[in-house]
């Protein structure tokens, strides 16, 4: 399938140095708000590339649940592909594909598993369907069928239907803390307005525009 003249020009904004907010989590909170304004699916969806121990990139989706200053969140099982990958090699990197607002955030960053106390806040947070969905998949294991999970999922309910849902201790949060944070415009001609928050030698936020 030849796909080559689908393309469209990117016009909705531009990005200039002297509007961005020198800290990069508060210009990351910004457009945040943007996009979860501007009503797009998911705004908080967010593409996680990790490498294994033979330098094998991989990449998938999961949901950024909330980010502060120390960096941004996310859950998952521990003994997931993406776990193990990070546990093996803790540098990651995000990207936040805004594509109907012609935006794109990619982060740079360092994986660390957050505290028991602090997964198990969040866990008790979510609809008791999703934490008994925790307890049955073997995260990124192979299984014969669906039927195993909804059996499975049948068993974990109506064992934990009289009581709150523990959490499970292979379950819990990852926290990415930046080293470098790259905010992308499109505009047009493929001109896009490219940069590039990196942390110098006195952990200062360093701003540069980088070629499209």
């Known amino acids: 399938m030849d796909i080559s003249k689908l393309r ?3 016009t909705q904004a531009a990005l200039d140095l002297d509007i961005l907010n020198k800290d990069p989590l508060k210009q990351f909170e910004i457009w945040f708000e943007q996009a979860k304004n501007s009503e797009m699916p998911d705004p908080n969806g967010m593409s996680l590339a990790t490498v294994n121990s033979e ?15 120390s960096g941004f969140v996310f859950f998952t099982n521990y003994n997931s592909r993406k776990a193990i990958e990070i546990e093996q090699n803790a540098q990651v990197s995000i ?5 109907v607002l012609e935006r794109q955030v990619i982060i ?3 994986a660390e598993r957050i505290s028991t ?3 198990f806040k969040y866990f008790t947070s979510r609809p008791k369907g999703s934490q008994i969905g925790a307890w049955v998949s073997q995260q990124s294991t192979v299984i014969t069928s669906r039927s195993l999970l909804i059996s499975k999922f049948d068993e974990m309910k109506r064992k934990f239907a009289k009581g709150e849902v523990p959490l499970p201790s292979f379950w819990g949060g990852y926290r990415i803390v930046p080293f470098a944070i790259e905010f992308w415009q499109g505009r047009e001609n493929r001109l896009h307005d490219r940069f590039m928050y990196k942390k110098d030698e006195n952990n200062a936020w360093k701003i540069e525009r980088l070629s499209p």
Request: proline letters at 7%; zero cysteines; hydrophobic letters at 40%.
């Open 8 to 10: 469209r020009e990117y």
């Open 55 to 69: 330098g094998q990139p991989s990449l998938r989706t999961v949901l950024l649940k909330y980010f502060d200053a």
């Open 95 to 99: 990207m936040f594909p805004w594509i």
């Open 108 to 110: 740079y960053g360092k």
């Open 117 to 119: 106390m602090e997964s």
